[in-house]
């Protein structure tokens, strides 16, 4: 039987370099959507969390979401034909049979969900043209119900469920004499109701005896054969028609492939399996998990029908910034509160952007005119958000719906935000046991001006001297990092919560020059120290987008 394997869901994910707005939005957003539509949409994250997010989540008690790292198509996302394998012991005629049935070319050899090899038509065509020896029965160890079952008889002394393994097969239809000559100790024979040729094959001690036209056998013969363990076959046909096609009994794994398998797994990716399938010839290829259990047939067609992953952006609309291979996803949704950018879609999609210091400002906007209550858990995230990316209302970012919305969201959750603040910030500045290239993109994001590319990332801390500790690890890697992204310039800010100040380090060509002019420091300036620029959305990226625009 076939069935077709097809699940959909929306992923719901914030931008590369996660912070606690793109973690705790996705999370809240995906529980609002699964509420109001029915459908099922889960939270991802793009990239590996910071200090600051691993303390919110695991304060509240909330799974860290699965990462999403490409949104290229997947093979899981391919329509599969599954088909139920086949034993390796059943015979060539009834994997024959399956296939006219099914009107398919490729059968899976299976043994407890594993695939073990394929066995197609053209294998098939093979076991029937191919001229083999009279021993071929033997060597491929056929079951003797398998024989029975080919030839439309029955086994009526024996066991059916035994192995034809020593032997070759003949035909009685001459004298004793002759069949002395060439009939051996364990081979098959196929007889008429000649009472002398069934008990020539008794005194020779075969293995079996197939005796053809439903002839009756002796009740003498009968026990004769089952004291020597003779297998007796009795079938309708002639004598003709039972050695034309008693080699369709022989097993499947017997013909089948089963050496040099191309499979694919679930998590594959279409453009790579398209390569693949672009240099074999084949027309079905089979999917296996990491068990190796056969999953389905993917092919060429199939591919022709792949499903593109749909996806709502929460907290970014800029491509440089999205999970690799957003061009190919359909984007259903975009909630952002910054600056629009290059993220383009093939249809017209809901896009809400709002002036605000935090993402989660706008999803529990969404979650009060949807008239679903937000239950404590999704609050305290929430609130983490909002405390997280206004820097605890100081940032300029910030604004009145900002601050009544956490304040809001905290009377709601149970929590104290001064103490939440607190206790978030000091762990977002633990940095112990990070590397100084970690430490630059925690919290860092791409942007491109022009044909420059940027980054700018970010670290917060109540400490000053926790800060000088951090410039005097980051500063010496700043560059190599720059060159391993591939970036044009790269700022850095060290950013003082208590005196709502930035020191700014920067690397790569005229990247300092260009922060004097934007900023309009002397030139003469040592540490480039920006008092009151605490925000990279709002402060640090306009202006300096605006110098490199001039």
């Not at 529990?364 to 990316?389: F, K, N, P, R």
């Not at 925000?535 to 625009?549: D, E, N, W």
């Amino acid at each position: 039987m076939e069935n077709r394997v097809n699940k959909t869901r929306v992923y719901v994910v914030g931008h590369k370099n996660p912070d606690t707005d793109s973690i705790c939005s996705a999370i809240a957003y995906a529980n609002l959507k699964n509420q109001v539509t029915g459908k099922e949409h889960t939270p991802r994250r793009a990239g590996q969390l910071n200090e600051e997010t691993q303390y919110v989540l695991e304060r509240f008690k909330v799974k860290v979401p699965a990462l999403l790292s490409d949104l290229r198509v997947q093979v899981k996302d391919v329509e599969l034909r599954k088909i139920e394998g086949l034993s390796g012991s059943v015979s060539i005629k009834t994997a024959w049979a399956r296939m006219k049935e099914m009107n398919i070319k490729t059968l899976p050899v299976t043994r407890e969900g594993k695939l073990e090899g394929l066995i197609t038509i053209g294998d098939i065509a093979t076991s029937y043209m191919d001229v083999y020896d009279s021993t071929i029965l033997s060597t491929a160890r056929t079951q003797y119900r398998n024989i029975a079952s080919t030839i439309g008889g029955k086994v009526v002394i024996g066991n059916d469920h035994s192995y034809l393994l020593k032997g070759k097969v003949g035909i009685a239809a001459s004298s004793r004499d002759l069949m002395s000559e060439f009939i051996e100790k364990d081979d098959l024979v196929i007889l008429g109701n000649r009472r002398e040729a069934q008990q020539c094959a008794i005194d020779l001690n075969v293995g079996c005896m197939v005796i053809c036209q439903g002839a009756g056998v002796p009740d003498d013969i009968m026990e004769q054969a089952r004291k020597k363990e003779i297998v007796i076959i009795t079938t309708p046909h002639d004598t003709f028609t039972v050695a034309r096609q008693i080699n369709q009994s022989i097993p499947v794994r017997h013909f089948m492939t089963k050496d040099s398998l191309i499979t694919f797994k679930m998590r594959d990716y279409v453009d790579d399996v398209k390569d693949v399938m672009a240099h074999k010839r084949f027309r079905d290829f089979p999917i296996v998990d990491n068990k190796g259990n056969f999953l389905g047939f993917i092919s060429r067609r199939r591919l022709l029908n792949s499903r593109k992953k749909q996806v709502i952006l929460v907290d970014h609309n800029e491509k440089n910034q999205a999970v690799d291979g957003i061009e190919e996803a359909d984007v259903l949704e975009i909630i952002d509160h910054h600056r629009l950018s290059s993220i383009e879609t093939m249809g017209p999609v809901f896009f809400r952007n709002q002036p605000v210091g935090c993402t989660a400002t706008i999803v529990y906007q969404m979650y009060q005119e949807e008239g679903v209550e937000v239950d404590s858990v999704t609050a305290s995230l929430l609130c983490s958000a909002i405390i997280s990316d206004t820097l605890m209302f100081r940032s300029p970012t910030c604004t009145a719906l900002d601050e009544a919305s956490a304040r809001k969201l905290a009377q709601i959750a149970g929590i104290n935000i001064e103490e939440l603040a607190l206790e978030m910030f000091h762990a977002g500045s633990n940095l112990k046991g990070k590397s100084p290239e970690e430490i630059i993109f925690l919290d860092f994001k791409q942007f491109t001006v022009n044909e420059t590319v940027i980054g700018v990332g970010q670290v917060n801390s109540m400490s000053a001297e926790e800060l000088q500790d951090i410039k005097a690890d980051v500063l010496p890697h700043l560059d190599r990092a720059r060159k391993s992204h591939k970036l044009d310039m790269v700022f850095f800010m060290l950013t003082n919560i208590i005196t709502e100040s930035s020191e700014l380090l920067c690397c790569g060509s005229d990247a300092r020059d260009k922060i004097i002019s934007a900023f309009d420091l002397r030139e003469d300036t040592e540490d480039i120290l920006l008092k009151g620029v605490v925000s990279r959305k709002k402060q640090l990226v306009p202006t300096l987008v605006g110098a490199l625009q001039q």
